[in-house]
């Protein structure tokens, strides 16, 4: 009770903390006053109007762009802004074939309303070729927005994400997203194709502004007839002033308690190709499993990576050495054809000891008390390789490619379990020593193919899937038990499996609109037939042999848990779409309303024919599902308001293991048993969207509620006997409603302190039942998670950032045969802050507090505090040198409170411990 009130008095404060921070942000720029200012703009030679002139407000010492406009075909422009009595501001007009203009403003003057007399500009002799370098610092050719890095003051060693930060109208949100003018910058091209695999990161924070020639933005159009209510795409187009470069990271870093880490990557780029090679060893629980992971994390430029990316190393279970390597290659080789390759190598050592203590409730009293114990060795290496060949043009549209999956696993494990009755009666002890080794090889081809149309985007479209796998696990186990403390059973088994699976998916999409080009077809909406087939195939070849008791190296078949089974699953899917739009054009925009529907039809077969007759099944299942879509979208002038409400029929088979999983005796602690006749669960899907954008203030805002009810839900049933050991099967349960709100916001504020302000509210609200010891129960979980993060940027030399997260989820579970209830509470707030300061100067901090409270078990409260100060150094800021420390506090002792149905517990683990790293890296950069 008393941590509830100091965890609720730590909300508060930390809501008062983000109030003040928001009132002196909002208090200074309410100091601002607002100014307007107007006129037109003529050629002196023809006296004719100047279109698509550049006309901004900048300030006179810093040259920092506050607003800018382009005039109208008539000329003309209006601009508004607000500004500082202290701000010097000058007005400035360009246009790469006339001469600049520059003019002095007035503050008394502008905030009263500046309408200006004609002005008249002096035409260029050179081409707009030639001007581009000298030109303007934004200017529009056609509908093109034009920046041109070169006109804006730099500070030495920018990267791309600080020339668009000085544009007014594009905001660089700390999720990496970029938007423009409200609108979301859906990709990044350099040089004309997408930057080591697209991510507006790893451009944004590793390009020098000083090696960008021009920043291009525009809207993809589709000139073909398609029947979309969304805008089209824009694109961001960067080209530098070389087509070569080089860019990659060497870091060694050494740290306390024998902790290291190191990696290095190095990326190449030319006109046709891009290379990245990259490696990485630590033991600090430091994860990457893709070039675009490293990519990423490796980006010059510093920032807020995820909220969780200091605190999640400190949950993972033991201690762990991850190391990599990997390699990705993509090249163009001609304007539509383009290849990709990558391979991808990992592994993961981890060591863990576990002790737990788990109370089993029963009709409001611990039943059975579980204290486990557990010491484990785990091994995982990966091998992946994958290629594929796309063609994106307007003729042939196809992509094909393969990959392999070479995945090994191995375990070895020893558990102690030993469980005690009411009034601490002693009920059973399980040892147990363990080996597994499992081993997985797959690979497989995928291919999809565009049959082009002349007026659709396509009349026939083909997709195949084919994946083979073979997989060998084996196990073999010792065990002693005793359910008397004087007596103890010995008993050892080996089991092995060899699995071959054959998996084929294929889908078939024709657009009938095509097939009636020009008979109007397309006035009365749009259709598509699509069909989807997915088999798949198993062959599964389980032996089990146990020792003989009397004869100790004689092993013995087990014919009940020995089996050789065929199983395959099929599903055919065959669908009618049908969706329609109409748009009405009105003196300040467009407003579009469309519907869509959607017939499916699906059939599922699943069986298994197996030699052992208890696995043997058969259920083939029809289920029609129906889709429907109404949408309503006002657009004017860019600013967006749009409705949109949908309904979903959505089923879920039951697998082959939930059906015929056996019951091996030998195992006294758990078992997993098949229920022949489990059912399908099927759910109904409600949705309804909200979502706002406005340009002058740009804000968005998305509100989605989401409402989820599930027929024969798919639920546990647990069966514990006397002695402790637990069966689970599945069986289906009544009905089991569930709800969703979701809501995420974005504002940038323009001023003497620009101000970027993002975040989301997520909550749920689940019900579900489950069966324990044929008791029936009821769970319901109650979630909320919200993050918020603030950006300040100061100037050139100083930039902070602020995130919060706050997760909270509350089950409760009770049944209404018995006063059985049990409760558990999970709360956590994780912040963190960024601050580069002066010249090369970068600190982040990063605090969590993780509060787990349940019934009738000690209270889990868990600070965790790190922080990183990292400082460049050399001409190019190149060489880094980076301090961290983790868990200053020296809280964190690997205790977590945990529960799930009738089962509470608190566990230890080994889990990584307070440590100071020292490290070094350095930038590889060259454009």
Known sequence: ??????????????????????????????????????????????????????????????????????????????????????????????????????????????????????????????????????????????????????????????????????????????????????????????????????????????????????????????????????????????????????????????????????????????????????????????????????????????????????????????????????????????????????????????????????????????????????????????????????????????????????????????????????????????????????????????????????????????????????????????????????????????????????????????????????????????FNIESKIILNKNNDNQVYVFENIDEPNRLIRNDFLSYLDKSQSRSIMNSLAYSKNRNKRVARGLISFGIEAKMLIQNDLVENISKNEARNFSDNYDNFLPNARIYYDKNFGGNIDRFELEYKRLIKVPEISQKVALIDTAQKDFNFGGNINLKPENSDNYELKYSRSRIENKTSHNLVFRYHIIHKQIIDSTIVNILGGRTLYNTNGKRAPEYYLNYDFRSSFDGNIPVNIMGYLNSAIKEKSYYFNQELFSFKQESINSYLSVGFKFNDLLDFNLKGVMNSYFNSISSSNTSLKNKYHHSSISLETGLTAFNGLYFLASYSFINDNSFSVNQSKINLLNAHLSFRTLKKENLEIKVSAYDLLGQWKGVRNYGYNNIIGQSINNNLQQYFLLSLSYYLRKF
């Not at 629980?285 to 605190?311: H, M, Q, T």
């Not at 050592?349 to 009709?363: F, G, P, V």
């Open 1 to 526: 009770m008393k941590t509830n009130f100091i965890f609720n008095k730590l909300n508060i404060f930390i809501a008062f903390v983000f109030f003040i921070s928001f009132s002196n942000i909002l208090l200074a720029q309410s100091k601002q006053e607002g100014y307007q200012i107007e006129g037109a703009i003529y050629d002196k030679n023809t006296k004719q109007p100047v279109p698509n002139a550049t006309v901004s407000i900048q300030k006179i010492n810093s040259k920092e762009i506050l607003e800018y406009q382009f005039t109208s075909q008539n000329g003309s422009f209006k601009i508004m802004g607000k500004t500082a009595m202290n701000d010097s501001l000058e007005l400035q007009i360009s246009h790469v074939n006339f001469e600049p203009l520059i003019q002095k403003l007035d503050y008394g003057k502008i905030i009263k309303g500046l309408v200006l007399d004609s002005i008249y500009l002096n035409p260029k002799s050179n081409s707009i070729e030639e001007v581009v370098v000298d030109g303007p610092p934004i200017f529009l050719r056609k509908d093109t927005l034009i920046i041109n890095p070169n006109a804006f003051n730099l500070k030495e060693n920018a990267v791309m994400e600080d020339v668009l930060s000085k544009v007014p109208g594009i905001v660089l949100w700390s999720d990496g997203k970029i938007t423009v003018n409200g609108k979301t910058v859906s990709e990044i091209l350099v040089n004309g194709k997408p930057f080591f695999g697209g991510d507006p990161v790893v451009a944004t924070r590793n390009i020098p502004g000083s090696s960008l020639e021009t920043i291009k933005v525009y809207e993809r159009v589709n000139q073909k007839i398609e029947n979309k209510e969304t805008e089209n795409p824009l694109i961001m187009d960067v080209t530098l002033k070389n087509n070569t470069g080089m860019f990659g990271k060497l870091t060694l870093g050494a740290g306390t308690k024998d902790r290291m880490e190191g990696s290095a990557s190095i990326n190449y780029f030319n006109k046709k190709d891009q290379l990245s090679l990259y490696g990485a060893k630590n033991n600090t629980n430091k994860e990457s499993y893709s070039v675009s992971d490293f990519l990423r994390a490796d980006a010059y430029k510093p920032g807020l990576n995820d909220i969780n990316s200091f605190s999640v190393p400190f949950l993972m279970s033991g201690y762990n050495e991850f190391s990599t390597l990997g390699a990705k290659h993509q090249r163009v080789w001609k304007d539509s054809i383009s290849s990709n390759m990558e391979f991808v190598f990992f592994e993961k050592n981890n060591k863990t000891q576990k002790s737990s203590t788990e109370k089993l409730l029963n009709s409001g009293t611990v039943e059975q008390l579980i204290e486990d114990s557990s010491d484990n060795v785990f091994n995982t290496k990966v091998y992946k390789g994958s290629f594929y060949v796309q063609n994106e043009g307007n003729i042939n549209r196809y992509k094909f490619g393969g990959f392999y999956e070479n995945i090994q696993n191995n375990e070895s494990a020893l558990n102690n379990r030993y469980i005690l009755g009411l009034d601490g009666k002693f009920l059973s002890d399980l040892d147990k020593i363990s080996t597994k080794d499992n081993k997985r090889i797959a690979k497989g081809l995928t291919g999809e193919y565009y049959f082009p149309d002349k007026i659709f985007d396509y009349k026939l479209k083909i997709y195949y899937s084919y994946l083979n796998a073979r997989e060998n696990n084996s196990l073999k186990q010792s065990n002693s038990f005793s359910e008397d403390k004087n007596d103890t059973t010995q008993y050892n088994f080996q089991k092995s499996n060899t699995i071959n699976t054959d998996y084929h998916e294929g889908i078939v999409d024709l657009n009938i609109n095509s097939l009636f080009a020009g008979k109007g077809l397309s006035n009365h909406g749009f």
